[in-house]
């Protein structure tokens, strides 16, 4: 569908394992977009210095996920049940920091936003943004 949809912009589409570099140089990215995926990568700092190593200086990384909530009770819950539902739930952690993630990784956060979506809350605390290269404009 997306094919469909995007005229005369170029984009290349690569689908392949997490846990694998991807086959491109250095600085070849202009944009790279996570969705729902930082959860359940088992290595998720290694996937961010990836994606890091594949941006332009001038890139952009476009992220919506799900993660720790701020709210002491929430959080608690999605401790006790993150041991349960990352089997159940494809290796997807609750309580992961999404936003600390990627500023780790050496990227900064110029928006972000972060809100509950419809649903349990220990399952829909969501941070929605982009970051670039730490140090970059």
Not at 31 to 54: F, G, Y
Not at 81 to 93: D, E, N, V, Y
Not at 122 to 136: K, V, W
Request: with cysteine; aromatic share 6%; net charge positive.
């Amino acid at each position: 569908m997306a094919r469909k949809r995007l005229g005369s912009i170029d984009v290349e589409f690569l689908l392949q394992p997490a846990k694998e570099p991807p086959p491109l140089p250095d600085a070849s990215i202009d944009t790279v977009v996570l969705t729902w995926t930082l959860c359940s990568i088992a290595d998720p700092q290694r996937a961010l210095k990836e994606m890091k190593r594949v941006l332009k200086a001038s890139g952009k990384l476009i992220f919506i996920e799900h993660g720790r909530a701020p709210d002491p009770g929430v959080a608690l819950w999605q401790d006790r049940l993150t041991p349960l539902w990352k089997h159940i739930g494809g290796g997807c952690h609750l309580n992961r920091r999404i936003d600390e993630m990627i500023t780790q990784a050496g990227f900064q956060i110029p928006e972000l936003t972060t809100s509950y979506i419809p649903g349990p809350r220990p399952m829909t605390f969501t941070y929605q943004g982009t970051a670039i290269l730490a140090g970059e404009r």
